[in-house]
């Protein structure tokens, strides 16, 4: 079984602290992404990657920034949290293919962020 | 925007019975895929079906998708407890390829 996991389920932390969202992968997928989920919002894209070192900017990428050294991790950081930051955050991964969302994604469990 | 856009936004059953949802969208896609979010937790993949098909099934899931109309449908048949969900329909077009998520559809399923 492919599995994402996500280093918290759980975050409380302060405006301005930065902060490090994990996600790893075990299925030597390619592609990874990050998913920010709020009510009435759906799930909006932030960032993703189709290969190590590589990024690519989703459809809300201020604010935040993504690292990707070893093909099983990618990390969301929050250089300087804001309250507006606060939400649900998912990882999910996929194998790559000449279209991105060619293959369905497989999704961590999530990561619920509160910034005070 | 070719956001998917689910219809009901809530719906509730008793258990046994089918749940019928459905998906709009606005451009042509490359493929559409249904998830299934519980309470609180990561989203769950249950069926990807491309744009040269009709129908798809698995287990106690159809869905079929109808280009024309460009809308989709999920029923899940003799429905659960267990079934008690969100569901997401995304859509997938040919250029740039992201997965764009509807807003959802709310299935409470009562024993």
Redesign the interface.
Known sequence: DVK?TQSSRYLVKRTGEKVFLECVQDMDHENMFWYRQDP?L??R?IY?SYDVKMKEK??IPEGYSVSREKKERFSLILESASTNQTS?Y?C?SSLFAP????????????T?LTVL | SQ?GEEDPQALSIQEGENATMNCSYKTSI??L?W?RQNS??????LI?IRSNEREKHSGRLRVTLDTSKKSSSLLITASRAADTASY?C?T?N?Q????I????TELSVKP
């Open positions: 994402v009435g759906g799930l894209l993703f989703g459809d649900m998912l999910a279209v991105l969302g060619y293959n369905e994604q497989f999704f961590g469990p999530g619920r | 956001q490359n493929n895929q998830y609180g937790r990561g989203l769950v993949h990807l997401f995304a997938v040919n740039g390829g992201k997965l998520f509807g807003q959802g």
